[in-house]
């Protein structure tokens, strides 16, 4: 995985979240996608908002298996939606989608996000529209120090948002500020991305640099 794919997402974290539960069609991720649910809690916006990601009949394969068959699903802006079912019901595939991981492909349906094309954007640009991967387990990324890392990956963010780069002194004072609030030392700022972290401490890393990235 190279570096960019930490700035990848699936799951849009938005800022507020909504209480609705529903059931996903049967043909949406495989067989047994029925079971499946997603949830949001508590919405920030009007139901007569036009949809933030809005996929429709998205189907798609890897190693030339068919996983997502038919799978709908819109969130609109403040909204957190949790999809849930069983191993192999396809919410790994629609993430790894969604950022445009090469394995998977898809063989039908639209993405749009933001009213644009997702599917024709390559995974860094979809990374510098917003779009944020949570890893289950983050990798670790030998050789390259946290504070370069990250500062690297806000700059992309802020120059696609038409945004000037911060300089190494002003990013030191955002990035200090974003490590009080999630409760990290400074001396992770040292060491390389994940190498050598605790599970807790790589799961902590993702949410600053999910604060800095502000998905």
Do not use: W
């Not at 933001?114 to 990374?127: F, Q, T």
């Amino acid at each position: 995985m190279q570096p960019s794919g930490l700035l990848m997402a699936a799951a849009l974290m938005c800022s507020a979240c909504a209480a609705h539960v529903m059931t996903a069609p049967a043909n949406a991720g495989s067989e047994r996608c029925s079971r499946a649910a997603a949830v949001r809690m508590m919405s920030a916006d009007g139901g007569g908002a036009a949809p933030l990601l809005d996929v429709s009949g998205l189907c798609a394969t890897v190693a030339d298996k068919p996983i997502l068959k038919g799978l709908n699903l819109q969130v609109k802006r403040g909204e957190v939606h949790a999809i849930m079912g069983p191993n192999g019901s396809g919410k790994s595939t629609l993430s790894k989608v969604l950022v445009g991981h090469p394995s998977y492909e898809v063989t039908g349906g639209d993405v749009s996000y933001r009213g644009d094309d997702l599917l024709d954007n390559e995974p860094e640009e979809r990374a510098q529209q917003g779009i944020f991967l949570a890893f289950q387990y983050p990798v670790e990324i030998p050789g390259v120090s946290n504070s370069d890392f990250l500062r690297l990956a806000v700059n992309k963010r802020r120059g696609a948002l038409g945004l000037e780069e911060y300089d190494p002194i002003e990013f030191l004072g955002v990035l200090a500020e974003k490590m009080e609030t999630v409760g990290m030392s400074p001396d992770f700022l040292g060491r390389d991305v994940n190498s050598g972290f605790s599970g807790g401490e790589k799961k902590r890393n993702e949410i600053l640099q999910m604060a800095l990235l502000e998905p």
